[in-house]
């Protein structure tokens, strides 16, 4: 019940069929760029605040309750969007969207290390991660797919009703995840305690500390990058109806990189390090090649960075100790969200001066120099 729970849920929480549209309804809404750019950064800021505040809520209450509000949350801000198109309500939508994701993120990878470790099989994290990960993908590809039928057929309302039920259904199968934790593990622990735990130990410690680091910087750039594929597509000529399946095919790559988690588990440092340089070399060759054949690319670019990001999620969780395991996980949440923030504020700071294809390849830089730090390290990847 586990295990097929999470696919589920990381099935469920992706399928969105308003995702691979929604930039486009600010578009056509009247915003510019740099309007668009703003939303992003309040959607991160919004992450920062709750992040490890709703972490250190996780280690002290039902993570599975949180799992649940989450996406109800998410799916009231979809549904606003579609209802009353404008700038506000857009940045309401996206303080909804980002406090859903703070709820989650923590609390879905506490919940899965800790119940495979009750059943002894903590070892089989990486492959079940990494499996959830790329149905998360799988649900985001079919939402895009369906996204093409669904938009002509009834437009923006269309896609906004199917994207709140998948919310609520995602909401349901958090119920049905098993959570076993005694009040000794919850609920009678004082929450400022549990959170002053957690964060100490991310600072203190220092292969902690270097695991969230590396979380941060592995899964923020190419994540937020990938918000602008759309402006991408449209800028090598892609046709706007065809944005989608542009999308899809990135995502596909990404998909295929989480499947290769648990093969991938205890990859040589040097080879990790080997993999996060070309990957971005990928990244930024297809974007400056300025044709659609370039996104074979980048799809091959986001496979790798996906592969990367669960590694070092991997390596994270290895490393947590004790009962705030979701306050520390959550603390590398926050670090992706400030990554994801300047990522953001870059972006739309050379909106004016750069075209899309420059732009990226300029901010897949930084995945050089995480690469030659990772590099220097002697601990493998996935240890």
Not at 98 to 103: N, S
Request: hydrophobic share 55%; aromatic share 10%.
């Amino acid at each position: 019940m586990l295990v097929a729970s999470l696919y589920a849920y990381a099935f469920l929480s992706e399928f969105i069929l308003i995702y691979p549209v929604y930039t486009l309804l600010f578009d056509d809404t009247g915003m510019s760029v740099a309007q668009t750019s703003s939303l992003f950064v309040i959607w991160s800021l919004t992450g920062m605040v709750l992040e490890v505040p709703s972490g250190a809520w996780a280690d002290t209450v039902s993570r599975r309750l949180l799992l649940c509000l989450g996406p109800l949350l998410a799916g009231l801000g979809f549904a606003l969007w579609v209802l009353f198109p404008s700038y506000w309500v857009f940045a309401a939508g996206f303080v909804l969207w980002g406090a859903a994701e703070a709820l989650g993120s923590g609390s879905y990878e506490a919940l899965a290390y800790e119940e495979l470790e009750r059943r002894g099989q903590a070892g089989r994290y990486a492959g079940v991660m990494g499996r959830a990960t790329s149905l998360g993908l799988a649900g985001a590809a079919s939402a895009i797919g369906l996204a093409v039928p669904v938009f002509g057929a009834g437009g923006y309302p269309a896609v906004g009703v199917a994207s709140v039920l998948a919310c609520v259904l995602c909401a349901a199968t958090a119920l049905t995840l098993p959570e076993h934790r005694s009040r000794g593990d919850a609920g009678d622990r004082r929450y400022l305690a549990v959170l002053m735990e957690g964060v100490t130990l991310a600072r203190a410690d220092r292969g902690v500390l270097r695991a969230v680091l590396l979380v941060s910087f592995v899964t923020a750039i190419w994540g937020a990058l990938e918000e602008y594929v759309p402006f991408l597509g449209t800028e090598t000529g892609v046709a706007k109806a065809a944005i989608p399946l542009v999308v899809l095919l990135v995502w596909v790559g990404a998909t295929a990189g989480g499947l290769l988690a648990g093969p991938a588990e205890r990859m040589p440092v040097r080879a990790y390090a080997l993999m996060l340089a070309l990957a971005a070399l990928a990244m930024a060759a297809g974007a400056m090649s300025g044709h659609p054949a370039g996104f074979v690319l980048i799809a091959l670019a986001f496979g790798a960075f996906q592969l990367a990001g669960v590694l070092a999620d991997v390596r994270l969780q290895e490393r947590i100790t004790g009962p705030a395991r979701a306050t520390v996980t959550s603390v590398a949440g926050l670090g992706t969200n400030v990554v994801t923030l300047g990522v953001y504020a870059a972006y739309g700071a050379a909106s004016p001066y750069a075209s899309h294809g420059v732009t990226f390849a300029l901010l897949t830089l930084p995945y050089v120099l995480v690469a030659l730090l990772t590099a220097r390290s002697r601990v493998p990847a996935g240890q």
